[in-house]
C-alpha cells in the first residue's frame, strides 16, 4: 500500500485507488479526541487503507463565523500526525463558498464515492455536511454508505485547546492535545516569524523546547527564543 500520501485536491487522487475508509474533519492540531477518531476508523478499516479528509482553511474562517479559528497547526503538520497514526493518505479540500454550498447528496456522491471510492466513513458523532449542515451521520447511511458516528471525547476539542493557549495555559493545552502545543515558522536573529493566523500564548515566558531541544521561549508582541536562523519549529511545555 502506498504511504504518506497527501493530495491537495480531488483530482491528485489516483483513479486506481482502492475502497477505502474515510474520516472528515477539520483536524486542526490533531487532538486526543482526533485521535480517537483515526484509531476507530483505523479499527474499521481492516486492511483498507484510511482516508483523513480535511479543509483549508478553516470553514468558519470563509462562512464568516463568529468563531476564533487561529491555526493550532499547519495543514503540513496535520498530514504527518495523521501518517504517524497510521492514516495512509490525507486530502486537503480547498475549502470555498461554492464548496460549502454543496448539496449532501454532491459532497456524498462527487467527493466519497466517485473520488475517494469510500466503502464506509467514520466521523463524529455530531458531525454535519453539506448546505447549511444539512447532512448527518444518518444522511450517510441514507445515501448508501456504511456509516458510523463515534462519541467525542470529553473535554476534547480544537475550541478548547485555543481557549487554553490563548490563556497562557499552555500545560493544559498539551493535556489536551496529548502532546505540547508547536507553532512553526522561520527565526531569524532570536525572532520566530510565524503565519498570520497561527494560535499563539500571551506575552510571557514559557519553558518550551526548539527543534527538540529545551529553550527559553518569550512571547512579548513576537515569538523570541535563541536558535540558529532558519525554519524552526516551537513548543511550549510550560509557563513561568
Do not use: K
Not at 17 to 28: E, K, L, M, S
Not at 139 to 161: H, N, P
Not at 180 to 202: K, Y
Request: proline share 6%; hydrophobic share 45%; aromatic share 6%.
Amino acid at each position: 500500500m502506498r504511504e504518506g500520501l497527501v493530495w491537495r485536491s480531488l483530482a491528485d487522487v489516483p483513479p486506481d485507488w482502492p475502497g477505502c475508509v474515510v474520516t472528515i474533519g477539520v483536524f486542526d492540531g490533531v487532538h486526543r479526541g482526533h485521535a480517537h477518531l483515526i484509531a476507530a476508523a483505523r479499527s474499521v478499516a481492516g486492511t483498507r487503507p484510511v482516508v483523513l479528509v480535511t479543509f483549508d482553511p478553516h470553514p468558519a474562517s470563509v462562512l464568516g463565523l463568529p468563531r476564533d479559528t487561529s491555526a493550532l497547526s499547519t495543514v503540513d503538520r496535520r498530514a504527518e500526525l495523521g501518517h504517524s497514526l497510521g492514516v495512509e493518505a490525507i486530502l486537503v479540500l480547498p475549502f470555498t463558498r461554492r464548496f460549502a454550498a454543496l448539496s449532501p447528496w454532491e459532497f456524498v456522491s462527487g467527493v466519497l464515492v466517485d473520488g475517494l471510492h469510500a466503502e464506509a466513513v467514520v466521523v463524529g458523532s455530531n458531525f454535519t455536511f453539506g448546505h447549511r449542515g444539512a447532512g448527518t451521520v444518518a444522511t450517510l447511511r441514507e445515501l448508501g454508505l456504511e456509516a458510523y458516528g463515534i462519541d467525542l471525547v470529553d473535554g476534547c476539542s480544537s475550541t478548547r485547546v485555543r481557549e487554553l493557549v490563548r490563556l497562557g495555559d499552555v500545560s493544559a493545552a498539551s493535556a489536551v492535545l496529548g502532546r505540547p502545543h508547536r507553532i512553526e515558522g522561520v527565526l531569524t536573529d532570536g525572532v520566530l516569524a510565524v503565519l498570520p493566523g497561527t494560535a499563539v500564548p500571551p506575552d510571557g515566558q514559557y519553558v518550551g523546547l526548539l527543534d527538540g531541544r529545551l529553550a527559553r521561549v518569550i512571547v512579548s508582541g513576537s515569538v523570541l527564543v535563541e536558535g540558529p536562523d532558519g525554519p524552526a519549529a516551537v513548543e511550549f511545555v510550560d509557563r513561568l
